[in-house]
């Protein structure tokens, strides 16, 4: 057997104790799979190790700090020796991927890094491998599992997004900062890396428009079952109109959507291409082992010696204003004549209603309607003059609603 | 750039012809991702071309003929001859593929297979390359899209086997001659696949223990909707007591179960293992371009360098006899102590009940129960012992069912 092959970690934290755990007690099965066996040649934590010396006595380096800095410098000094790397640092990938994948090209080494996007579903792979030459139209797909967590125990219990958020922290299924999760960053920086590998294009965090669950309330989950709506957080990544949408925001799919019935802290992603129709990966969003698995996965690749780094092929243009369908939800005055005047704005608006639910309190109703699709600037258009009648209660509200069913 | 590679391709039938446009369609993007121009050097059918004149033109050889003469000798020659080879044969894998493997580790060349299994689903490369070095507990799902779809439509129209048959076939869902895919031997070929490569251990088709749908009656999928219970064909390679079980047999979930929502010409394949958790993938069963979509991946692959042929690490053994909960349709007498008399049987063989429905007909009654997980030579001699009392109206009917419910 050859020399075996020196694994440098840097960071201790959950996933870098689980991968060190799973290295050595898959280290057979990796010999066995590849002809070399892994060795742990150093991990830095922020009280020990010195990252030059790590970096020195590996053969691949393991990044599993977090954020931007010191990542990035590390990650690149790495590449720039000729090292390969593994990461699952989906900021660092999101906002300074172009100059990382430009030093992996140029030193002729392997970045992986499959652990940085829905855990341990091997979408990256997938992507880049199974699916590398098919002209892809869409991927999209639940990327968070702590939103997915949040809003299905909403919808199952009719709590408060406070009080359920605090049950996600209790869990462990959400950070003590939740706020990258719940407003959508986290999930817009995994559509960016997403968006990047299957349009070839250069997609970053700032090209991705995103939008969170933070103002969620029960009652939209409430309605929404009685139209046989379930919400998800979604990220979308798409071809439209010769350009590219990347975006994430909450929003409602039927009952017969694949992804509707992921529930709790999972994730799942669908590609949509002529070539396959359309296939959904789902699993476990996080979780220190799963993401170490993945960890190990990307290892193994690059023992075997495959996948150089992607270069960039195509110059797509962001769409702005993209069509959808929307649930909107309104508190109005309970007279003759007010749903017509809704009706007439929206009709002037070219927007056409899809379904209505009207329900009385007191002197005041609620009205619950589903639009088909339509350009989003004349939704806000519509909305802005709906939330000027003098018979409005209260600010009118609206989710995303994709209005595919399928059988 | 690099010189053409010359992609020889054995058979011109749908998948055939669907490979011989999308290989021109993207040629374009297989010489961005790799370097390397595919060409095609020739196409044999039936009719026309000679093989050996293929084989010495080509570069890597493309094997959609199906069945397994003169597949097999054609597959032999060019991996003895070092020709990479992409095969979409199912049948060919499991039962020569020990033979086809050996030959492509002497020869030192791949053999890889994607679209032989699950159609557009990349469970081959995910089970190989993602987990490869991961301890898998089970590998199991919906692998055979026509039988899915017969059970879709059944269960959704209520019409029985035959009528449902004759739709699929007209639909294009079905072959003139159905029997591989309705009796289960199509599925079983491709959990011998699925098994060997999740195990790492020499399955082979003869190792499969399968059944079909042939015998499913209407009523017994409107018992089952009572029971919130959906029927699948379901094929599960698993370690059990320290050995292997290979299965394929039409099986009950219960509606949160994972496979539950997958309905008409679908597969769905998911992996269970302690570092995973779990990972479900889905998508089209079949179909000419997706199959082709497939084979595209795994010619990439190849000119990409990567995964050599994988050695058999284990041997275990198969277990003969397994624990199974179980759907059972009884019609009997309505007298009183018949429901008494089959609960003594069931209990003196240790076959505990999870819940009955009983249903008046006239003199007779239906009793359709769900029994909990028990070792199915002991449900078989209740079975047979129930078939004998003089209360029995016909024959009893039983199915397997998956017990546990997710969330």
Same mark, same amino acid.
């Given at each position: ?7 440098? !970690? ?35 934590? =922020? ?5 030059? &010396? ?88 639940? !990327? ?67 939008? %969170? ?81 993945? !960890? ?62 009207? =329900?009385? *309190? ?7 309607? !589903?639009?088909?699709?339509?350009? &989003? ?9 709906? %939330? ?11 989710? =995303?609603? *994709? ?5």
């Amino acid at each position: 057997m050859a020399d075996p092959i020196r694994i440098g !970690v840097l960071g201790r934290g959950t996933v870098g104790g689980a991968f060190a755990r799973l290295l050595e007690e898959r280290a057979d099965a990796v010999a066995a799979a590849t002809g070399r066996r892994p060795e742990l040649a150093g991990v830095l934590s =922020r009280s020990e190790g010195e990252f030059a &010396e790590i970096l020195a006595g590996s053969d691949v380096i393991v990044e599993l700090i977090g954020g931007t800095d010191p990542a990035r410098e590390y990650v690149l000094t790495a590449l720039h020796a000729g090292k390969p790397v593994v990461t699952a640092n989906k900021q660092l990938l999101a906002q300074h991927g172009e100059e990382l994948f430009a030093a992996a090209r140029e030193a002729g080494v392997a970045l992986r890094f499959e652990a940085a996007v829905a855990g341990v579903i091997p979408i990256v792979r997938t992507i880049q491998e199974s699916f590398g030459v098919t002209e892809i139209d869409k991927v999209f797909g639940i !990327v968070n599992g702590t939103t997915n967590f949040i809003l299905s125990e909403m919808a199952a219990t009719g709590a408060a997004y406070e009080e359920v958020l605090a049950r996600a922290q209790q869990l462990g299924y959400a950070e003590a900062d939740p706020t990258e999760d719940v407003n959508g960053a986290d999930a817009a920086a995994k559509m960016a890396i997403l968006a990047r590998l299957a349009f070839h294009a250069p997609v970053t965090l700032a090209d991705v428009a995103f939008e %969170g669950i933070e103002g969620i309330q029960p009652d939209d989950l409430a309605y929404a079952k009685e139209l046989d709506l379930s919400l998800k957080l979604l990220g979308v990544a798409e071809r439209r109109d010769g350009g590219l949408s990347v975006r994430v925001f909450p929003c409602f799919l039927y009952g017969g959507h694949p992804l509707a019935p992921v529930e709790g802290p999972f994730n799942a992603v669908m590609v949509e291409a002529p070539a396959i129709t359309e296939v959904t990966m789902s699993g476990p969003g996080a979780g220190g082992v799963e993401t170490a698995s993945a !960890v190990l996965g990307d290892v193994v690749s690059i023992l075997s010696g495959d996948a150089p780094a992607a270069e960039v092929r195509e110059e797509l243009p962001l769409v702005a204003d993209v069509a959808s369908s929307f649930y909107l939800h309104l508190e109005v005055a309970d007279r003759p004549g007010v749903l017509a005047r809704i009706a007439q704005v929206l009709g002037e608006n070219e927007i056409s209603v899809k379904s209505v639910v009207q =329900r009385g *309190i007191g002197e005041d109703a609620r009205l619950v309607m !589903v639009v088909h699709e339509c350009l &989003e600037s004349r939704f806000h258009a519509a909305i802005e003059e709906i %939330g000027g009648l003098d018979e409005l209660r209260s600010q009118p509200r609206f989710i =995303r609603v *994709i209005e595919e069913e399928f059988v």
